[in-house]
């Protein structure tokens, strides 16, 4: 009886969830598309800076409140990849507006075709269209060229949404290519609860859950192959979610 009234509350709650998505994407979109108008990384901080106001709102109102943990792993005066696990929809809107600064996401050009949040989307992201090769290699130096403004980037090394059961999918080496190309640090990044307020095997479903982002200490790319740096990563995230909140 529990389970069911649980299974008819996280349907209503989820409807709640896409209602009051729509509504306060609608308040924060004038002040959010007029840092089109402010060019580098100063714009992009504010967009970003926006972004956090309109999820702390949001993630309030649904009961899904977020918890940062690590920000002394982050240095003011360095610019990160940071790698992020991808469990469900809700990992996209809580990347971007809790990385410390200005920051992209490598993200579908796909969704820009969506109105009005397509615009949004765009501004938040460096766009590629993961089928075609030329836009794979194009989204590679759009990054780099990110990173040289001293942006942060975000990056889902597992690709899509990781349905398997296990702590992580294999993760991709574009990010750790990444970072040896650059040189610049990866900060691992785990999402924790998010699959709880928000299960995979379940269609329309949203539970209150409180939710958590652990910044990790930065692995550097120094001396490393792009296999090896992606196999440390990996190593990492897997024993930090293996630990328990998972």
Not at 21 to 37: A, C, E, G, N, R
Not at 86 to 91: A, F, R, V
Not at 100 to 125: D, H, Q, R, V
């Amino acid at each position: 009886m529990k389970q069911i009234f649980t299974n008819i509350f996280a349907r209503f709650w989820a409807l709640w969830g896409i209602i009051t998505f729509i509504i306060t994407f609608f308040i924060f979109y004038i002040p959010s598309m007029l840092t089109y108008l402010i060019p580098g990384k100063k714009g992009q901080a504010i967009f970003i800076y926006i972004a956090k106001i309109w999820m702390n709102v949001w993630l309030a109102i649904i009961g899904c409140p977020v918890k940062v943990i690590g920000k002394e792993n982050v240095h003011k005066d360095e610019t990160y990849i940071f790698t992020c696990n991808h469990t469900t929809l809700l990992d996209a809107p809580l990347t971007c507006p809790y990385l410390p600064g200005a920051n992209k996401t490598i993200a579908k050009k796909s969704f820009t075709k969506i109105p009005l949040f397509g615009w949004y989307y765009a501004k938040g992201s460096v766009l590629v269209d993961r089928n075609n090769d030329i836009s794979r290699r194009r989204g590679f130096e759009k990054m780099k060229n990110t990173l040289k403004e001293k942006i942060h980037v975000s990056i889902f090394p597992e690709g899509t949404r990781n349905r398997t059961g296990k702590p992580l999918k294999t993760f991709y080496d574009g990010a750790f290519k990444l970072s040896v190309d650059s040189k610049h640090p990866i900060i691992p990044t785990i999402l924790y609860n998010a699959s709880k307020a928000m299960p995979n095997n379940k269609f329309f479903y949203l539970l209150p859950y409180k939710l958590e982002m652990h910044f990790l200490p930065a692995v550097y790319p120094e001396n490393l192959t792009t296999k090896e740096l992606k196999e440390k990563v990996y190593q990492i995230m897997y024993q930090e979610i293996e630990k328990g909140k998972y």
